[in-house]
């Protein structure tokens, strides 16, 4: 999900602050070498979404891509950040696969 609400927002920038001051006082505690996402999921129908994501990009200076999912990213070193539109289709797909899960053992 997202939000702009400057709440939120600011809670959000704090906890990555304090992820990085903590990070940096502590040496020994292993990072990802691969990088890390940050993701945001768009809401509402997939004209909504598709809209939010194009906002986004705008926001961010980054291009659009349309594979498996709509998105716009940008990174910041290891760090990316990443909006997402996941088409309406494929989430009930995915919710009607995963009705499954733990149904079959082998």
Not at 25 to 49: I, Y
Not at 52 to 67: C, E, K, N, Q, Y
Request: proline fraction near 5%; avoid cysteine.
């Amino acid at each position: 999900m997202m939000t702009t609400d400057s709440t939120a927002r600011s809670e959000f920038i704090a906890g990555l602050r304090r992820l990085a001051a903590f990070l940096a006082d502590n040496p020994k505690v292993p990072v990802s070498t691969g990088g890390l996402d940050v993701t945001v999921l768009a809401e509402g129908t997939d004209r909504q979404q598709r809209a939010a994501v194009d906002r986004i990009a705008h926001l961010i200076g980054a291009p659009t891509s349309d594979s498996t999912f709509y998105v716009a990213a940008r990174d910041f070193g290891p760090i990316t950040y990443r909006a997402v539109a996941i088409p309406a289709e494929q989430s009930r797909d995915y919710d009607a696969w995963s009705t499954y899960y733990g149904a079959v053992t082998a």
